[in-house]
């Protein structure tokens, strides 16, 4: 629960999009079991509609009702708040990816094509990070919303949706086009797989700081709804 600096209200964060979350690990896992390894280009079709799906919802969700982000400094700090460390999946699967990782190094594991054993062994982490993600989107979206009423134009759902999903995949942020989901989800896998292995961490949120004044950028006018715009 966190409180508004500007109407000292309490909010408190909605609950995850469970359905919506197991959709997109159950797309997910069925495209690492039909390639056996994953890869951008590998996710394709069949995580794209349920990820948009999901992240359109967390997008609606801040417009209708925005978190109390408002500023640079509290976007970040919610930002960089750690979720818990998830509990380890396979303990098998677990314990060889370990063993792979001592013998080429964690960076270079990381790096390499990630094979489906090692997606079983993320277990919960998987699904503790992609619903990170959504909730990363709504913190984005929610800040996005501020900024535009404050500049006196009501934001459009869709273009909030669209420069949120964008800054968070790291894309050149283009309201006016749909964003692609891929490299998200591919960063949303990654991140449970070093969460779940042992030298890992909890699915913290990438850069904090630099995603929330990457935020701070987006004009207003790219966000609001056409009619608003002179």
């Keep these: 629960m966190t409180t508004s600096a500007t109407t000292g209200t309490q909010w408190s964060p909605p609950p995850p999009d469970d359905s919506g979350v197991k959709a997109v690990v159950n797309g997910l896992k069925s495209a690492l079991g039909k390639a056996g390894t994953l890869t951008a280009s590998g996710l394709g079709d069949a995580i794209e509609a349920p990820a948009r799906a999901l992240t359109r919802r967390a997008a609606e969700g801040a417009v209708a009702a925005p978190r109390p982000l408002a500023d640079e400094k509290a976007l970040a700090r919610a930002l960089s708040e750690r979720p ?22 964690p960076l270079k594991f990381l790096a390499r094509k990630t094979p489906m054993w090692v997606v079983a062994a993320a277990g919960p982490a ?30 459009d759902p ?12 790291g894309a050149t942020v283009d309201a006016g086009a749909d964003p692609r989901h891929g490299s998200l989800v591919l960063f949303w896998m990654k991140r449970a797989v070093k969460a779940a292995l042992p030298f890992g961490a909890s699915v913290a949120t990438r850069d904090p700081a630099s995603l929330a004044a990457a935020a701070t950028t987006v004009p207003p006018a790219v966000l609001a709804r056409a009619d608003e715009v002179v």
């Design 84 to 105: 818990g460390s998830p509990l380890l999946g396979s303990t098998a699967a677990t314990a060889l990816a370990a063993r792979v990782a001592r013998k080429v190094g």
């Design 126 to 155: 998987l699904y503790a990070s992609v619903t990170r993600g959504a909730d990363e989107i709504g913190m984005i979206a929610s800040h996005l919303v501020h900024r535009t009423r404050a500049a006196g134009m009501q934001p």
């Design 158 to 169: 869709e273009r909030v949706w669209r420069a949120a999903v964008q800054l968070l995949s």
